[in-house]
């Protein structure tokens, strides 16, 4: 008897199969909605779970709810430094990412992180994505990017006021990867620490100030300890969104043109949006801390190129001893 009720419900298409629409990775739902998990590190509010959100709604809305995206900001899925293998091995469907948390193993990614001086996040997020478009780099071969974007270029904000470069000498700055680098040859003192541990350090004197993008002025409340920006356009963070490749080739061909479409389009939007959190951020420190920014002089802005010059030239040499040609890859992102 069991038998045949078993046979008599699957006949009439009551019995679905376990697992399906239960939200587990790349399952199908009982109307036929695939179901994809999306990893990311920071907090929710932060730009990068913006995006993420943003690109859930508009994969939704295009497919027509054929493609559902459950989200999970925060490290809650996967760990910051695990996200990209963790897409690989199938634990998340999609990624987000920082290429620079695993120094050496994204080569040519890591090149738009040294010190080109983008105006704003829209022109870096547009050259990153265009050169993993362009270049097809190894590195991304066992994934398939949907997106890429950076961070706003870097300023210095300081707890004492900064006009120019050789105000930077002997100033602990709390500073990280290649802006680090541009800080010591400048005659700063680079100090390494989480973004989390800064004001507390500037509260005791430990750092001067924070080489960083300008957004944490407010999300971090930075401007009532560093009320003075010096604006250098330094370096950005560059960002990945990947997707398993078993799970992206097997979606339908329409679903695939929709990710394919927002390729580009969404890594200018991310850029858009955190240019304008910047220019937010930097309005509100202005008439809530005095907030003073000052711009660099012609000279000051012609040596701080020539200060990150043998940093460029530093990463050209690295990469002829891994057989990559790095004076392709940074003329590439030089003519964005």
């Not at 000498?169 to 802006?179: A, D, Q």
């Not at 100090?191 to 924070?210: C, E, H, R, T």
């Not at 990947?242 to 890594?267: C, F, G, I, S, T």
């Not at 809530?288 to 043998?310: F, G, Q, W």
Request: hydrophobic share 45%; net charge negative.
């Amino acid at each position: 008897m069991k038998t045949i009720a078993l046979l008599s419900a699957l006949a009439t298409g009551l019995l679905v199969v376990a697992g399906c629409g239960s939200g587990e990775t790349g399952g199908a739902s009982a109307t036929g909605a695939i179901t994809l998990n999306y990893a990311n590190f920071p907090p929710a509010s932060t730009f990068p779970c913006v995006q993420m959100e943003r690109w859930k709604a508009e994969v939704e809305k295009r497919t027509g709810g054929r493609l559902k995206i459950n989200t999970y900001p925060g490290g809650t899925l996967l760990g910051a430094k695990d996200i990209f293998d963790g897409v690989i091995a199938g634990t998340a469907d999609i990624g987000n990412f920082a290429m620079s948390y695993q120094p050496g193993r994204f080569p040519v990614s890591e090149a738009v992180d040294l010190p080109h001086f983008f105006p704003d996040a829209r022109t870096a997020s547009l050259a990153l994505a265009d050169l993993l478009k362009g270049q097809q780099p190894a590195e991304f071969k066992d994934v398939k990017v949907l997106t890429a974007f950076t961070c706003p270029p870097a300023v210095v904000m300081t707890a004492k006021p900064v006009a120019t470069l050789a105000d930077l000498k002997n100033m602990p700055l709390r500073s990280s990867g290649t802006g680090a680098e541009v800080m010591k040859v400048l005659g700063a003192t680079p100090v390494a620490m989480p973004q989390s541990d800064v004001p507390d350090a500037l509260q005791k004197g430990i750092v001067g100030g924070n080489v960083s993008s300008a957004e944490v002025l407010k999300d971090m409340n930075y401007a009532s300890y560093c009320p003075y920006v010096l604006k250098t356009d330094l370096c950005v963070v560059s960002f990945a969104v990947v997707m398993n490749r078993a799970k992206y080739e097997a979606l339908p061909e329409d679903v695939k043109q929709v990710l394919d479409d927002l390729y580009r389009e969404h890594a200018a939007w991310t850029g858009d949006y955190v240019d304008g959190h910047v220019a937010e951020a930097v309005a509100w420190a202005e008439a809530n801390h005095a907030l003073k920014v000052t711009a660099l002089t012609a000279e000051d802005a012609a040596a701080l190129r020539a200060t990150a010059e043998p940093l460029i030239q530093g990463y050209v040499a690295r990469m002829a001893a891994k057989g990559i040609d790095g004076q392709a890859v940074v003329d590439f992102i030089r003519g964005r």
